[in-house]
């Protein structure tokens, strides 16, 4: 199965920046859990990697506070601009967007956390992964989240999986471990099943030595 398609991806979210806001209403409480799995600290620095329209600016803004700095990385220019608009109407300074596909973005700081929220395309790149990972401090927290093939007896629910991950992604490999390349490259990570095992959490720090688990199989 082939990797991510960045000409696809591009106007794929081109096609659906208007109502991406929408389109993600139904995540917002694993979007608030993963934000909280961050332990986000005041002063802290935060990536958010593929941060689409800034619908997590709030929340990571509001846990490192005014001493601490975000930096959300997202290639498509629709969706940025929507992130842009969201930061000058917050009037938010210590908030720095970056245009460009992960694997390039000149990221220019040693971050204390970062986030992967619904973006199946970038973690499915290792190249990408990586230069998140060599820009995070020892210790640093990381977070991924997204939709994961349903397994045992939640197979049917696939039904359902299928066409939002083809909506959303362009490629479907890795969805059985999404989280595969974040966990070689930043260590082991905790991983939990939400809705009904049609999404996941995955979460740890990088070089930690934490056992991995799965809860809900």
């Not at 601490?68 to 908030?95: C, K, Y």
């Given at each position: 199965?082939?990797?991510?398609d960045?000409?696809?991806?591009?106007?794929?979210?081109?096609?659906?920046?208007?109502?991406?806001?929408?389109?993600?209403?139904?995540?917002?409480?694993?979007?608030?859990?993963?934000?909280?799995?961050?332990?986000?600290?005041p002063g802290?620095?935060?990536?958010?990697?593929?941060?689409?329209?800034?619908?997590?600016?709030?929340?990571?803004h509001?846990?490192?506070?005014?001493?601490?700095?975000v930096?959300g990385?997202?290639?498509s220019?629709p969706?940025?601009?929507q992130?842009?608009?969201r930061?000058?109407?917050?009037?938010?300074?210590?908030?720095?967007?970056?245009?460009?596909?992960?694997?390039?973005?000149?990221?220019?700081?040693?971050?204390?956390?970062?986030?992967f929220?619904?973006?199946?395309d970038?973690?499915?790149?290792?190249?990408?992964?990586?230069?998140?990972v060599?820009?995070?401090?020892?210790?640093?927290?990381?977070?991924?989240?997204?939709?994961?093939?349903a397994?045992?007896?939640?197979?049917?629910?696939?039904?359902?999986?299928?066409?939002?991950?083809?909506?959303?992604?362009?490629?479907?490999?890795?969805?059985?471990?999404?989280?595969?390349?974040?966990?070689?490259?930043a260590?082991?990570?905790?991983?939990?099943?939400?809705?009904?095992g049609?999404?996941?959490?995955?979460?740890?720090?990088?070089?930690?030595?934490?056992?991995?688990?799965?809860?809900?199989?």
């Amino acid at each position: 199965m082939s990797g991510p398609d960045r000409s696809a991806a591009l106007a794929q979210y081109r096609r659906r920046a208007a109502v991406y806001d929408l389109e993600l209403a139904l995540f917002e409480p694993v979007r608030r859990l993963a934000v909280e799995r961050l332990a986000l600290q005041p002063g802290e620095t935060v990536l958010d990697v593929g941060c689409g329209t800034g619908l997590s600016l709030p929340l990571l803004h509001a846990g490192v506070g005014s001493r601490g700095h975000v930096v959300g990385i997202e290639q498509s220019s629709p969706m940025l601009a929507q992130a842009r608009d969201r930061v000058r109407r917050a009037r938010w300074r210590h908030v720095t967007l970056v245009e460009s596909p992960v694997e390039t973005a000149p990221i220019g700081v040693r971050a204390d956390a970062a986030l992967f929220h619904f973006t199946h395309d970038v973690l499915r790149r290792p190249e990408a992964v990586d230069n998140v990972v060599r820009h995070l401090a020892p210790g640093a927290r990381v977070v991924a989240t997204g939709l994961q093939w349903a397994r045992g007896w939640r197979r049917p629910l696939n039904l359902l999986v299928w066409p939002a991950a083809l909506r959303s992604v362009t490629t479907l490999e890795g969805l059985e471990r999404p989280w595969s390349h974040l966990e070689r490259l930043a260590g082991p990570l905790d991983v939990e099943d939400l809705m009904f095992g049609a999404v996941y959490l995955a979460w740890g720090r990088v070089a930690g030595s934490r056992r991995r688990t799965r809860s809900g199989r």
